[in-house]
């Protein structure tokens, strides 16, 4: 088993540049999550997937779109890139419910120059 | 005020000694609370949870929680060299969907 899997792990875009981050996971969780990190921030949630279906927004979703595009995957689109959003991304997948634990994927460190 | 407050730290703790992270909440209707160990440029890994008021022990961890003054700690034992990493504090908001991060505590184990 793969876990949480995030695709790129590094990536360099230019300023209005669009991409797509992309995270699976093969554990059967019904949640799904995006989050940034960020010195002294630490994690901070952009947009959630409670369940196939639907999407919600987090702590900073300006400047983010995601897909749940079903059970297995959840993408997060910038759809033109600025500086402010240099940061390494998470995934992470869970159960739903208060006493979950979270599985994270490895990361993508995006640099916007 | 933040959901989850943390000192950034640097905590300097000699290999061996008792190592004690510590961590505020405001929401007092968060039933769930989390430690995650992220060592430099990995992604977190959870090491301890707890629900109920007291303590919890794993091994060289413990977690305790105090619902009352809203706090939570991670105390580790005999810490080692290995143990360095960024610890964070988090827990599960009252909706059950969302797990709410504090901003971590860098703790350096010197040999």
């Known amino acids: 088993n793969a876990g949480v899997t995030q695709t790129p792990k590094f990536q360099v875009l230019k300023t209005g540049q669009s991409m797509t981050l992309q995270c699976a996971q093969d554990m059967n969780h019904n949640s799904m999550y995006w989050y940034r990190q960020d010195p002294g921030m630490g994690l901070r949630l952009i947009y959630y997937s409670a369940s196939e279906g639907t999407t919600d927004k987090g702590e900073v979703p300006n400047g983010y779109n995601v897909s749940r595009l079903n059970k297995r995957e959840f993408s997060l689109r910038l759809e033109s890139a600025a500086p402010s959003q240099t940061s390494v991304y998470f995934c992470a997948a869970k159960f739903p419910g208060q006493g979950a634990e979270a599985f994270f994927g490895q990361g993508t460190r995006l640099t916007v120059v | 005020q933040k959901e989850v407050e943390q000192n950034s730290g640097p905590l300097s703790v000699p290999e061996g000694a008792i190592a004690s992270l510590n961590c505020t909440y405001s929401d007092r209707g968060s039933q769930s609370f989390f430690w995650y160990r992220q060592y430099s440029g990995k992604s977190p890994e959870l090491i301890m949870f707890?629900?109920?008021?007291g303590d919890k022990e794993d091994g060289r961890f413990t977690a305790q929680l105090n619902k009352a003054s809203q706090y939570v700690s991670l105390l580790i034992r005999d810490s080692q060299p290995s143990d360095s990493a960024t610890y964070l504090c988090a827990l599960g908001d009252t909706g059950g969907f969302k797990t709410i991060f504090g901003a971590g505590t860098r703790l350096f184990v010197k040999a």
């Open positions: 707890i629900y109920s008021n």
